[in-house]
């Protein structure tokens, strides 16, 4: 019977052409549809995937810069106070307060003063103390300037504390800054040593959320392109050099001779010695196309079903229509042969096949265009997903861009988006002469409202200070908090100093004279500084500021001093 029917479809007989037309007519309609479909499917797919693996290195890459920064510069200013500069290095308030800094901030391993010969006076729990570490790198380093080490290992240290995996070692990375005296002369050094556990516990909270089943990888690659995190690809993995450096992901091939789609993220941490360190999201380009594969395999079934459909109908319609015309055939071979007499077509049979034939055809026609229809409903709501799909995404960067300009406790500008304001305003100075003064203003013994009061009044003192600022400040006026209890109030032209001085008093009255919740009275010190044209950078204007607040502090508190 099979191939009873397979002589039928012999492409020399029409009803064998009519199957073969509608066959593969329907199939290459559907094929056409179906790969432009799916290429605009597998563009947004791919568009919206890499995008969404920068946007989490993005992340990772600022957060850890912003606590690299941090760190650097609270090493910075630590070594300036007066207890530095001016006390001996051996009094016991100087290992009272770097414990207090230790307790602060967990992320310390160790930070301690150490002397011009290398003997290490003062650290949190005598930790240390006596030790020769001159030989160190950190330590020759700080002696000429403010310096940040890169990622190492520190057996000295590493016996002190718990190994957190059997066959990783004990990583640290340092900060240090030369103590100088009155005269500019060095008398010491500063250091800390930092956990590397620190680092990858921040980068790994920024990329985790759903990297398991997407398949993601995180890793971190110093400036020459070798994996630091994690430790199981340091020396054997090598970071590819990127094709287009400024896309923010591409399909990069890795010396494990695999493809992966990787987005790289520079962190910009303003240290004292550049680090160079990047971010690095990769995935398995296998794991990466998986959802376009099945999309495609799943249009290719659906043509071929459809396209068997399609030559199915065709042969049952081209049966019927090719009767009579075969009827007719074998009549004229009798006639030719004159064996025997014509049987022609019967006539109402002939006009009935051709009005059957017509309404076959009209009945194809409309089947044709359901399927259409079919395929561009389709394909609206393919683009219908895609398009919400992109709307989420335009939702989530907005999202992002605000989380990363604004402070999550208080609600003004945070440290990284006042950074860019000044640094535009000072360039602004360089241009047109148009100066700025800036405001540093730090809440007097907020150590203490926190002790008393715990830390949930704090965080409110904290929003309430927010507040204060906004209402006490120009629309124009830039209100930034610029770490823990400190903010910064940023001026545009401002140059007359009774201006800026007026301003930070009505700050000053207007926190004195609130009555926070839980807290009570609440006073604060300001310091301001106005921008100079023999100014070097922004940073010494903030520099100022910082000077003066700690004069305001030095004289009493609950004042303003201007520099």
């Not at 590493?158 to 957190?164: H, I, T, V, Y």
């Not at 995180?218 to 050099?241: C, E, R």
């Not at 096949?353 to 017509?358: N, V």
Request: hydrophobic letters at 40%; charged letters at 25%.
């Amino acid at each position: 019977m099979l191939l009873a029917w397979l002589r039928r479809l012999h492409p020399g007989n029409f009803r064998g052409r009519l199957t073969l037309w509608f066959g593969l007519l329907s199939l290459t309609t559907l094929l056409i549809v179906g790969l432009y479909v799916g290429r605009i499917a597998s563009l947004e797919l791919a568009e919206f995937g890499g995008r969404t693996l920068h946007i989490s290195a993005r992340s990772a890459a600022d957060l850890l810069a912003s606590n690299l920064s941090e760190r650097d510069r609270e090493i910075r200013l630590l070594r300036e106070s007066l207890v530095f500069a001016n006390g001996d290095l051996h009094n016991p308030e100087i290992g009272r307060m770097l414990t207090v800094r230790q307790q602060t901030h967990d992320e310390y391993a160790w930070i301690g003063v150490v002397d011009l010969h290398g003997t290490v006076l003062q650290a949190p729990k005598d930790l240390l103390v006596g030790n020769k570490i001159g030989h160190w790198p950190w330590y020759q380093a700080a002696l000429k300037g403010p310096y940040t080490g890169d990622v190492h290992e520190a057996q000295l240290l590493a016996e002190q504390f718990p190994q957190r995996a059997a066959k990783e070692p004990m990583r640290f990375i340092d900060f240090a800054a030369p103590i100088l005296d009155a005269q500019g002369r060095v008398r010491g050094v500063l250091g800390a040593q930092a956990h590397w556990d620190w680092v990858i516990d921040m980068a790994e909270a920024a990329t985790t959320q759903n990297a398991t089943q997407r398949q993601l990888e995180m890793l971190i690659a110093d400036v020459n392109g070798n994996i630091l995190y994690p430790f199981h690809h340091t020396g054997s993995l090598q970071l590819p050099k990127p094709v287009q450096p400024d896309k923010p992901y591409e399909i990069l091939r890795w010396n494990d001779d695999r493809d992966y789609l990787t987005s790289i993220a520079e962190v910009q941490a303003k240290t004292s010695t550049p680090l160079g360190w990047r971010i690095v999201l990769r995935q398995p380009l296998d794991d990466a196309v998986r959802p376009l594969r099945t999309l495609h395999r799943e249009l290719e079934i659906f043509g071929l079903v459809v396209a068997f459909v399609f030559a199915f109908i065709a042969y049952r319609l081209a049966t019927r229509v090719s009767q009579p015309i075969e009827q007719l055939a074998r009549a004229v071979r009798d006639v030719e042969r004159r064996d025997r007499l014509p049987v022609y077509p019967d006539e109402h049979k002939q006009i009935n096949e051709i009005r059957q034939l017509s309404a076959s055809i009209q009945s194809m026609t409309g089947a044709l265009l359901r399927h259409e229809k079919e395929l561009k409903t389709l394909n609206a709501s393919l683009e219908q997903q895609v398009h919400e799909r992109t709307e989420a995404l335009s939702i989530a960067n907005q999202e992002l861009e605000r989380l990363a300009t604004v402070d999550g406790l208080t609600g003004v500008h945070n440290r990284r988006h006042f950074d860019a304001r000044i640094k535009e305003a000072f360039q602004l100075l360089g241009r047109s002469e148009r100066g700025f003064g800036l405001l540093l203003l730090d809440i007097d013994h907020f150590k203490s409202i926190n002790d008393r009061h715990g830390h949930q009044a704090g965080d409110e003192v904290l929003r309430r200070l927010g507040q204060l600022l906004t209402q006490s400040t120009r629309v124009t006026d830039f209100v930034a908090r610029y770490g823990g209890e400190e903010f910064v109030v940023l001026l545009p032209e401002c140059t007359d100093p009774n201006e800026g001085s007026a301003v930070a008093e009505k700050i000053r009255a207007a926190v004195a004279a609130t009555d926070f919740p839980e807290v009570g009275q609440v006073t604060a010190s300001v310091g301001l500084s106005l921008a100079r044209k023999d100014d070097a950078s922004a940073e010494a204007v903030v520099t100022r500021a910082d000077q003066a607040l700690y004069e305001a502090k030095a004289q009493g508190r609950n004042r303003v001093v201007a520099r």
